[in-house]
């Protein structure tokens, strides 16, 4: 021990995760270097922490800054002198640091003195993590910034905050598409492929078929016939539909398109039980228009003389239909359905259209019908 050695402690101060120590440099010159002990209340002293032999301050003292200090701890410091012979002085008187605020100036001169300021509003007190945003001082008090905004408004990606990395990460979920390309298949039965907010979305295959052979689709040839067994009736089961016109309207503003229809037929119609099929034809008999609404999302009032859906999810599920209305008085059915223009499009155009409506098995329909009026806007069908 170097008993007649003398280290004089001075004082303790917070620093943004840590304390400054300091001491008073010892004038023996077999002094070689500085050990700094620390310990928290009840808790005996670690291992000694070198400070070294730095040069001393012009007033004689020497500072040696602890870190890894956790905030609201206090701690301990004492000082002790060594020499090259590994002789080492006694402890310094101790010092004591209050909690450790990093928005507060703790300055401790003895045991049981202490003088705490906060620091200035707008001090940083940030404690180097991204997420948490950036912390500055009000009051006394750290507290952090807004958290960045990870969000980049994509259904399909997973988006998280990377303290390790300091950005916003965006990873894709597997089975989403990002661009009509990522739609595309080999499945004959589907077409028009789209990529929807990071779903695909196709349009089924329309198969056209006769009185006497039954439609179907397959995926590798595409659209085929399969003829009836002999025996089975070929009566058309359509009703005509009569008054024999219809008006289609393209809202243009509203990217809607409105179908007006009024039909008179024989066949019990409840559309709760058989779903709804819609489909417009032009002058060779080409589909350009097709659209089914499934039972289970028809409603309808009690005496059922009206039925409605109203289609949730923009009408992805039911051909781009946004909204149907059905309705009987005195044996005639009026019909009015909404949709998304880019489906009906190319019918606006058209010099002929015939529309069908489809309660499986029944269903009505016109013949050809001259159209008429604006092809951006309007076709009046008689």
């Known amino acids: 021990m170097l008993g007649a050695l003398l280290v004089v402690a001075l004082a303790a101060r917070a620093e943004a995760g840590g304390a400054r120590v300091r001491w008073m440099a010892s004038t023996d010159p077999r002094v070689t270097g500085y050990h700094v002990y620390m310990r928290q209340a009840g808790v005996p002293y670690g291992a000694a922490l070198d400070a070294g032999n730095p040069a001393p301050a012009a007033d004689g003292s020497i500072a040696y800054v602890v870190n890894g200090l956790t905030a609201g701890q206090s701690y301990h410091f004492a000082v002790t002198a060594y020499t090259a012979t590994a002789l080492e002085s006694s402890l310094s008187q101790e010092i004591a640091l209050g909690s450790i605020n990093p928005c507060t100036i703790d300055r401790c001169t003895s045991p049981i003195s202490c003088d705490i300021h906060p620091a200035a509003d707008g001090s940083s007190c940030d404690d180097g993590l991204f997420c948490n945003g950036i912390a500055v001082c009000q009051g006394g008090v750290c507290t952090n910034g807004p958290a960045p905004n990870c969000s980049d408004g994509v259904a399909c990606t997973v988006d998280h905050c990377d303290d390790v990395l300091a950005r916003c990460m965006h990873v894709a979920q597997s089975g989403c598409c990002?661009?009509?390309?990522?739609?595309?298949?080999?499945?004959?039965?589907?077409?028009?492929?789209?990529?929807?907010?990071?779903?695909?979305?196709?349009?089924?295959?329309?198969?056209?078929?006769?009185?006497?052979?039954?439609?179907?689709?397959?995926?590798?040839?595409?659209?085929?016939?399969?003829?009836?067994?002999?025996?089975?009736?070929?009566?058309?089961?359509?009703?005509?539909?009569?008054?024999?016109?219809?008006?289609?309207?393209?809202?243009?503003?509203?990217?809607?398109?409105?179908?007006?229809?009024?039909?008179?037929?024989?066949?019990?119609?409840?559309?709760?039980?058989?779903?709804?099929?819609?489909?417009?034809?032009?002058?060779?008999?080409?589909?350009?228009?097709?659209?089914?609404?499934?039972?289970?999302?028809i409603t309808a009032k009690p005496d059922h003389t009206v039925f409605h859906i109203s289609a949730k999810d923009g009408g992805l599920s039911t051909g781009g239909i946004l909204g149907v209305t059905l309705k009987a008085k005195r044996g005639v059915w009026s019909l009015i359905i909404r949709g998304s223009t880019p489906d009906l499009l190319d019918a606006l155009g058209q010099p002929t259209l015939a529309l069908t409506v489809g309660f499986d098995p029944a269903c009505v329909r016109n013949t050809q019908v001259s159209c008429t009026g604006d092809p951006t806007r309007a076709a009046a069908c008689r």
């Open 178 to 297: 990002q661009t009509d390309a990522d739609c595309l298949d080999t499945d004959a039965c589907t077409g028009g492929e789209r990529c929807i907010t990071g779903t695909c979305v196709s349009i089924a295959a329309i198969c056209p078929a006769s009185l006497c052979a039954a439609a179907f689709c397959d995926p590798q040839s595409g659209c085929g016939l399969m003829p009836t067994p002999d025996g089975v009736s070929c009566q058309e089961f359509c009703d005509v539909l009569v008054p024999r016109s219809f008006v289609l309207r393209n809202n243009i503003t509203a990217a809607i398109f409105n179908l007006r229809a009024t039909f008179h037929t024989d066949a019990v119609i409840d559309p709760t039980y058989t779903g709804l099929t819609f489909e417009v034809t032009n002058a060779t008999g080409a589909v350009v228009y097709h659209a089914a609404v499934p039972a289970e999302r």
